[in-house]
């Protein structure tokens, strides 16, 4: 089973709508932690935002914002007023503190913000 | 600039053909991991390192094998190559192993193109 679902393969918004990021995880442990990526056209992966288990309290930074609920297990990634430049695939990923070594990532979402 | 330093970051190779990918992580990082993206593909968890030491493995297969130097420094050998090995792998590292919760950071990546 996938420890961390995106079901969003593909999304589409003209530049300045407002987009929202699923992200959906399981995992048995009590302590764990949360990431998204950005993978920009160019290619490289981009850390955006961390979050334990612990601490539920949505995040903002700039017109990015996250909102960690885990009685839905989901940790959602939201831009508000989309630019071009937000054009790229977006990951989601997991770590475990009891069981595990790696980290779990999602399929990633495609965006692309049509100018 | 992530700290992570992959070189090549561009490589087109023969099949059967083995090539060496290198790793530098970032500064004080223990441990080491490799994915690789295929196109159009997600992240595939090959292998991980802390300090030395192979911690966890993911789909590798038998012809690729890696290993971490005592300078910390990481190398991917990726051997008898096949069309379907062109991807674009990405080293990341973290000061502690994935349970500990730090953010993993990649390195821009080598683009590894079989013909």
């Known amino acids: 089973a996938q420890k961390v679902t995106q079901a969003q393969t593909e999304i589409s918004v003209v530049e300045k709508e407002d987009v929202t990021l699923d992200c959906v995880y399981e995992?048995?442990?009590?302590?764990?932690?949360l990431f998204w990526y950005k993978q920009p056209p160019s290619g490289e992966l981009v850390f955006l935002i961390r979050r334990n288990s612990f601490d539920e309290q949505n995040e903002i930074s700039g017109r990015y914002s996250w909102n960690f609920q885990k009685s839905t297990s989901s940790f959602n990634f939201t831009i508000t007023a989309s630019q071009v430049v937000d054009s790229a695939v977006y990951f989601c990923?997991?770590?475990?503190?009891?069981?595990?070594?790696?980290?779990?990532f999602g399929t990633g979402t495609s965006l692309t913000v049509i100018p | 600039d992530s700290g992570v330093t992959q070189t090549p970051k561009h490589l087109i190779t023969a099949t059967g053909q083995r090539v060496t990918l290198r790793c530098s992580p970032r500064?004080?990082?223990?441990?080491v991991y490799w994915y690789q993206q295929s196109l159009d593909q997600g992240l595939q968890f090959l292998i991980q390192?802390?300090?030395?030491?192979?911690?966890a493995k993911g789909n590798i297969l038998e012809r690729f094998s890696a290993q971490q130097f005592p300078d910390l420094h990481s190398e991917l050998n990726l051997s008898s190559l096949e069309l379907g090995d062109s991807a674009l792998y990405f080293c990341?590292?973290?000061?502690?192993?994935?349970?500990?919760?730090?953010?993993?950071?990649f390195g821009e990546g080598s683009w590894l193109t079989v013909v």
């Open positions: 990341a590292s973290s000061p502690q192993p994935a349970r500990m919760g730090n953010t993993i950071y």
């Open positions: 500064s004080g990082d223990l441990s």
């Open positions: 995992t048995r442990d009590t302590t764990y932690y």
């Open positions: 390192y802390y300090n030395g030491e192979e911690r």
């Open positions: 990923a997991l770590s475990e503190a009891n069981t595990g070594n790696q980290f779990y």
